[in-house]
């Protein structure tokens, strides 16, 4: 009798008892054989059975006396024995004979399945024990691989490509828990990871699964109770290529999820998979967690290890959400209770007291152009030089006609017309009013600076020898001293402004220096302009004058009101804005 099928390598328990009740069949007087376990619960499960068995074959008897426990029965060409086997399995034989059973055979039957089954737990054992040196030693390699990386990514890439390497899988990808939900790291084929992708969401739906049950999750796998569709729908889109996933731990909370996708033409997938997979996922757990904790920028090593600390308090789940929540609640109460300074914010454009234009005394033609603007100037500084030619060409024939005048007067008197004589003295005035008008004309065509200052309006220079008329403006100046600013205040903020109230400023300009100032008044008209309604407001500044000054310069003044609470200051605007849309 040929029994080597029987014992062959790497078979398991149900194929064993499967193998046995067929020899039984082929090599005894017999035609069904049927092998049960009853377990520590009283419960009857089938460990196998011949090819040519069925369970609804059996008879009536037969069954009951399976749920009963009792002594062993013989009826008719059936017969059930129990037999105590090593190890404390306690198992139930079944057999039907093709003729009337002969008893004297059941015990050297009893000795062949005792000796048949001692025989393959000794073999299944050494094949264990093989089995689970080799993925010791696997394990351990890969440990050591992991130990040595230094970054997070450059361990998780390892474990990738050792993986593939062991278990001969198409692709093997590493996804982390990141808040509830898995972000995939990195794959045995390198490459940034692009979480934009499909396919990469699709796996990623595919950890999650995982990661939501707690548990592995192997695909396809008729006996499982677990919920797959993410798997099934994967594979489906992968050419129906087998899946195994697994959670990477550290203590009792899953820190990540691994799954090892396998080539649907070449399926290398065993038990022994997944058993290596669960210890090394268990051994590299802490190691892989630390690694990740201590990566990425500043910011973010910085809140993982606040999470941390903070998990035992809030809880693990959410924990985030929780700290923003505390804050905010945190922050809301804080700002009713601390005061801070009121300020009304305006902007401002710097103003002098003595602004003077010069305009043009009489009409004539420009002839000189002294200065640019933005020039600073002293008083008596020529700027602007009208053409005299004229007024000296008018102011000579005044002079001659003063001196034919004056001929005429001697020439009267000594031929004692006096009449004549009276109207020539008249002629001789009239000569003399007219040269001391063109002698001011002179002298005003040369038009100077008032007083020390610099000049902010009046660009001349391309107006050389074009005509002007008497007063029009050509030259604005302005005194640098006694400088102001002209505040515009919102009409929303008007009521807050008093007299003597104090503030600072600071210039568009130069934004680092800052110039107290004292509010003097304002006007009671508003201006309305564009952007909105706004109040003109004086405001002295007390500081010395800065010689970079100039008037027209602008910038934002910050006048303090007073202290009021945070809430206030930052929302008081809105609950106004509030009132007036829902008129309360």
Not at 113 to 118: E, L, P, S
Not at 173 to 194: C, E, F, L, Q, Y
Not at 205 to 210: D, Y
Request: with cysteine; hydrophobic share 40%.
């Amino acid at each position: 009798m040929d029994n080597t099928g029987i014992f062959e390598h790497g078979i398991e328990p149900k194929e064993f008892w499967c193998r046995l009740g067929n020899y039984l069949c082929s090599n005894e007087d017999l035609s069904e054989v049927y092998f049960f376990h009853e377990d520590k619960n009283e419960r009857i499960l089938l460990l196998g059975k011949s090819s040519d068995a069925e369970i609804l074959n059996l008879p009536e008897v037969i069954r009951k006396k399976l749920s009963n426990n009792g002594d062993d029965i013989q009826e008719s060409v059936w017969s059930l024995k129990r037999l105590d086997l090593k190890g404390g399995l306690k198992i139930i034989v079944v057999l039907k004979s093709e003729s009337s059973p002969n008893g004297s055979r059941w015990p050297l039957l009893k000795s062949f399945i005792t000796a048949a089954f001692i025989a393959y737990k000794s073999s299944r054992d050494l094949e264990l024990k093989a089995e689970n040196l080799s993925h010791v030693t696997n394990v351990l390699d890969l440990g050591l691989i992991v130990g040595e990386a230094q970054i997070f990514d450059e361990a998780a890439m390892k474990i990738c490509n050792e993986l593939a390497s062991q278990f001969e899988a198409m692709r093997v990808s590493i996804g982390w828990n990141d808040m509830g939900g898995i972000k995939v790291k990195a794959t045995n084929h390198g490459g940034n990871i692009r979480r934009d992708t499909e396919r990469v969401g699709a796996l990623s739906r595919v950890m999650e699964e995982a990661l939501v049950q707690e548990s592995e999750i192997v695909f396809p796998n008729d006996e499982t109770e677990l919920i797959d569709q993410q798997h099934k729908s994967y594979s489906q889109s992968r050419g129906n290529c087998s899946l195994m996933t697994i959670p990477l731990k550290e203590a009792d909370n899953i820190i990540g999820v691994i799954t090892v996708e396998y080539h649907p033409e070449n399926n290398t997938y065993s038990d022994s998979h997944l058993k290596m997979a669960r210890v090394f996922m268990d051994l590299i757990g802490p190691r892989i967690n630390s690694l990740h904790f201590s990566t990425g920028w500043l910011g973010k090593r910085v809140w993982r290890r606040c999470r941390k600390r903070l998990e035992n308090l809030l809880g693990y789940r959410h924990t985030g959400l929780k700290v923003t929540g505390l804050v905010i609640l945190l922050c809301l109460i804080s700002s009713f209770v601390i005061r801070i300074d009121h300020n009304v914010k305006a902007p401002f454009v710097l103003r002098s007291e003595a602004t003077v234009v010069l305009t043009s005394p009489v009409a004539g033609y420009m002839e000189g152009v002294y200065f640019k603007v933005g020039d600073f100037v002293k008083k008596g500084d020529l700027l602007v030089s009208l053409d005299q030619r004229e007024i000296l060409m008018k102011r000579a024939q005044s002079i001659a006609e003063r001196a034919s005048q004056n001929n005429d007067v001697r020439r009267f008197e000594a031929e004692g017309k006096l009449t004549d004589m009276r109207l020539a003295q008249l002629s001789v005035q009239k000569a003399e009013a007219q040269i001391k008008l063109l002698d001011y004309q002179l002298e005003k065509s040369l038009i100077e600076a008032p007083f020390d200052g610099v000049v902010v309006e009046g660009d001349l220079a391309d107006r050389l020898s074009s005509p002007v008329k008497p007063g029009e403006p050509l030259v604005r100046v302005t005194q640098l001293g006694d400088t102001y600013g002209e505040l515009q205040v919102d009409e929303r903020d008007v009521h807050f402004i008093n007299n003597g109230l104090t503030g600072k400023l600071a210039f568009t300009s130069n934004p680092k220096d800052f110039y107290d100032v004292q509010i003097d008044k304002y006007e009671p008209v508003a201006v309305i302009q564009e952007r909105g309604t706004f109040f003109r407001v004086r405001a002295s500044i007390m500081n010395s004058a800065e010689k970079w000054w100039k008037p027209g310069m602008s910038g934002v003044c910050k006048v303090y009101i007073g202290k009021r609470s945070a809430a206030w200051v930052f929302l008081h605007r809105t609950v106004e804005f509030i009132k007036m849309k829902i008129w309360i």
